[in-house]
């Protein structure tokens, strides 16, 4: 055994938190360097992406997994379908065959997306305006789907609204705009077509897409982290209750995607993306096609025996934050033979 002496163990201690300095220095500037695993800046279309050279070992597939005409015959209802990861969930569902209903607030952002996704797949997707904070607005959507294509076989609830902010600068009214959107927007949806679902006799798959903080809570995006967690709490508690009329209720915790929606207020200067892939296992972020042909999977008859799921989709970002010693990840190899030196020449505690 070689002893250490105090002077090597300050080294160590040093150059651990040199590794972190330097690490909050690149956080600061453009530098592609970060620790020991160097992350990859490119630029398209006027926007940062980072990744790492690890992340080859995970390339992600973006064609469509299941079978073609996996959904003839079926009706989806996505909030939210117009842009991010709703228009991309609505896009795979249409190319595998089902009639689309998108809602949301913004109608002409629908119908533009509905026309691209239909010319695309040659399936229809209609546009209707609803803003699900309002209950009554939610149910003549609700007839005007009825009026359409009849009541669903899937349902998506994916409109969500968010910004970061410290608690302390949120008004009442900030608190309210995300949770209504949020958690009021999904019951008030779930409710009006489960009920009409049970009067029907219609058996219906249910998706709720939240996001990792639902489980762990975070700083900073408050509203969304306890609105998100009432969703979850609501999917499995209805996927308890309402099997028994043919409902299934699952969930997606996606890690980070990038859209605009997303991205514009959760990381407005694109300063937190690379400190985002550092931690994730994966070295990258998702894609929207990714995280749609799981959704596809969940809501398919594929899987009729899940009910009550929470699937965590993030490339590891969550047990990467969880674990206490995984920045460990940052030490060499010649400080490991350090830091094993120290351990294994201490005798006794
Ligand atoms: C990069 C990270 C990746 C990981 C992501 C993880 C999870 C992601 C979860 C998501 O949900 S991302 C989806 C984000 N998409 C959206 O947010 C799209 C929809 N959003 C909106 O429409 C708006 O942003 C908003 C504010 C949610 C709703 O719009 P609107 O109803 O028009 O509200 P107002 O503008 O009237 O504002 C209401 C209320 O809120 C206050 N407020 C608005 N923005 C901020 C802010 N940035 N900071 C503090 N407060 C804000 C506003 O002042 C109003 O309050 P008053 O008291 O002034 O009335
Ligand atoms: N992208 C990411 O990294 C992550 C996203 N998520 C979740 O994924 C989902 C999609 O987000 P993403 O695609 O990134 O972001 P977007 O901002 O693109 O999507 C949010 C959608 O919600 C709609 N919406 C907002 N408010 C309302 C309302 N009051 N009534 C009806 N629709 C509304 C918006 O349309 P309109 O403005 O027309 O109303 C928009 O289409 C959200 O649930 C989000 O929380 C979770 C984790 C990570």
């Known amino acids: 055994m070689v002893p250490v002496s105090v002077g090597q163990a300050g080294n160590v201690s040093g150059l651990l938190l040199s590794l972190i300095l330097s690490e909050q220095v690149q956080n600061r500037t453009d530098s592609v360097d970060f620790g020991p695993s160097q992350l990859w800046c490119h630029r398209f279309a006027g926007l940062r992406s980072y990744a790492t050279p690890h992340s080859q070992f995970f390339a992600p ?86 009026e359409l294509t009849g009541l669903p076989d899937v349902i998506i609830n994916n409109a969500a609204g968010n910004f970061i902010c410290p608690s302390e600068r949120l008004s009442a009214n900030g608190w309210k705009s995300i949770t209504d959107i949020v958690l009021n927007g999904t019951a008030f949806v779930t409710l009006e077509l489960g009920k009409r679902l049970i009067q029907n006799q219609k058996g219906a798959s249910f998706l709720a897409i939240t996001t990792i903080y639902a489980e762990s809570g975070s ?82 008859d594929y899987a009729s025996w899940m009910s009550g799921a929470v699937i965590r989709f993030d490339g590891g970002e969550y047990v990467s934050m969880a674990g206490e010693f995984n920045e460990l990840r940052k030490v060499t190899d010649d400080q490991w033979k350090m830091l094993e030196t120290m351990i294994r020449s201490t005798k006794g505690s």
């Open 61 to 146: 597939s973006e064609g469509i997994m299941l079978p073609a005409g996996s959904y003839n015959n079926k009706v989806a209802f996505i909030t939210g379908g117009g842009t991010g990861l709703g228009r991309a969930m609505t896009g795979v569902l249409s190319q595998l065959g089902a009639q689309c209903v998108i809602a949301s607030r913004k109608l002409e952002v629908l119908q533009q997306t509905a026309t691209e996704i239909s010319s695309q797949t040659g399936n229809k997707v209609h546009a209707v305006q609803c803003d699900v904070r309002d209950p009554q607005a939610v149910s003549r959507c609700v007839d005007q789907m009825v």
């Open 219 to 300: 700083g900073f995006v408050v509203p969304s982290a306890s609105a998100k967690a009432g969703v979850e709490a609501l999917y499995k508690s209805l996927a308890a209750e309402w099997g028994r009329y043919g409902h299934r209720f699952n969930i997606i915790q996606p890690g980070p995607i990038r859209t605009k929606g997303a991205f514009s207020r959760l990381d407005p200067t694109g300063t937190f993306e690379k400190s985002m892939i550092g931690r994730i296992p994966t070295g990258r972020l998702g894609k929207p096609a990714e995280l749609a042909n799981l959704a596809a999977y969940l809501s398919s």
